[in-house]
């Protein structure tokens, strides 16, 4: 069936470096969105890449979608302590059956000391 | 406006028994989904609801069923415990189908199941 997969599962940084988490499905995605869940919270959405190729920026935050839709990466720039916690992608399901429903990858979790 | 709600928060059970989980999405929205979170295995997908109706189920078992209400609230109901249900349960609501946009979480439901 329809996976996501996430990679790497656990991620620790010293504050100031730079952190990437990449994503991939086993299908052509109409979307992603990428959350953020901090610790003892709950997934909060972060931003939603739609077309092939796209890249866009939040503050320190980059997030990319592949050209064939089918993997996407966020970039976190000289990460900060507030960076911790768990960054999930997710991909909706490609057919009839699978519609209304999202795919979530494992996660990244992210550790920054200072 | 309110976030989505969901109670109880925490919840302790024995094996055996049988729990209800309830959700309040975001006035206006339709659709409701359920995630089990373990620390082992990420997000989960339970079932999603869109205007009353089941639209997709994940790989659960038959022990773990939901509704939903006109008012679009939802509960999830999980019947003879196991302790590996023990989780975080979440819910999460969108206007539309989710997989087409922003889903709004829930604090979600920590369940222990002894």
């Known amino acids: 069936g329809q996976q996501v997969m996430q990679i790497p599962q656990y991620q620790h940084v010293q504050e100031g470096e730079d952190f990437t988490t990449y994503c991939n499905s086993s299908?052509?995605?109409?979307?992603i969105q990428w959350y953020k869940q901090r610790p003892g919270g709950h997934p909060v959405f972060l931003i939603q890449?739609?077309?092939?190729?796209e890249v866009k920026k939040q503050k320190r935050l980059t997030f990319q979608f592949g050209e064939a839709k089918k993997n996407s990466s966020l970039h976190i720039t000289a990460t900060q302590t507030t960076d911790v916690g768990t960054y999930f992608c997710?991909?909706?399901?490609?057919?009839?059956?699978?519609?209304?429903?999202?795919?979530f990858g494992r996660g990244t979790q992210l550790t920054v000391w200072p | 406006k309110a976030g989505v709600t969901q109670t109880p928060r925490y919840l302790i059970k024995t094996r055996g028994q049988q729990v209800t989980l309830s959700c309040s999405p975001i006035?206006?929205?339709?659709?409701v989904s359920w995630y089990q979170q373990t620390p082992g295995q990420g997000l989960q997908f339970l079932f999603e609801?869109?205007?009353?109706?089941?639209?997709n189920k994940g790989n659960f078992p038959g022990r773990f069923s939901g509704r939903q209400f006109s008012n679009s609230r939802s509960e999830m109901n999980v019947s003879t415990l196991e302790l590996g249900d023990s989780a975080l349960y979440l819910c999460?609501?969108?206007?539309?189908?989710?997989?087409?946009?922003?889903?709004?979480f829930g604090p979600g439901t920590r369940l222990t199941v002894l």
């Open positions: 999460a609501s969108s206007l539309a189908l989710a997989g087409t946009g922003e889903q709004f």
């Open positions: 997710a991909g909706p399901g490609d057919r009839g059956s699978t519609l209304g429903r999202l795919y």
């Open positions: 006035s206006g929205h339709r659709s």
């Open positions: 299908t052509t995605l109409s979307n």
């Open positions: 609801y869109f205007s009353e109706t089941q639209r």
């Open positions: 890449l739609v077309k092939s190729g």
